[in-house]
């Protein structure tokens, strides 16, 4: 089995197929996301794909009213904030993606530590059709 180079691009190809897939260092084992081609602790080059589990927790949060021109073409802005947070996978490892199914207008009731699990938010038309990662409140 050929694997996909470790690229941003492959990491994409992924999210449209609804997978969040990290690489693991063969030598130390360590896991990164998003994926490196190259362990940045020991350097080795024995990379391999490893899909997660989607589970994790929220470490840290913001709300953002001032919305970039992809967020704005989405329906968010000033009256219609979105929250943007860092999610600790059950893995270990960090990633930064969109928390939906929380109120972004009452920061106050979004609460650090909380359960999330992974979700795929299609976005675009035709080539311009893309998949990002988001994460929402885990149910049960
Ligand atoms: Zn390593």
Redesign the pocket.
């Known amino acids: 089995m050929s694997e996909r180079p470790f690229t941003s691009t492959s990491f994409q190809q992924y999210l449209a197929e609804h997978r969040l897939m990290a690489t693991r260092?063969g030598?130390?084992?360590?896991l990164h996301l998003p994926p490196r081609p190259l362990?940045p602790?020991?350097?080795?080059e024995a990379i391999s794909w490893e899909e997660m589990s989607g589970s994790g927790h929220l470490k840290a949060f913001t709300t953002i009213h001032i919305a970039p021109t992809a967020m704005i073409e989405a329906g968010y802005g000033r009256n219609n904030p979105y929250c943007t947070g860092v999610v600790e996978l059950d893995e270990g490892p960090a990633i930064s993606a969109q928390i939906l199914g929380v109120d972004a207008s009452h920061p106050q009731g979004i609460a650090v530590g909380i359960r999330l699990s992974v979700t795929f938010v299609e976005r675009g038309q035709g080539d311009g059709r893309h998949t990002l990662l988001g994460f929402q409140p885990a149910v049960g």
């Open positions: 260092c030598t130390c084992g360590a362990c602790s020991c350097f080795g």
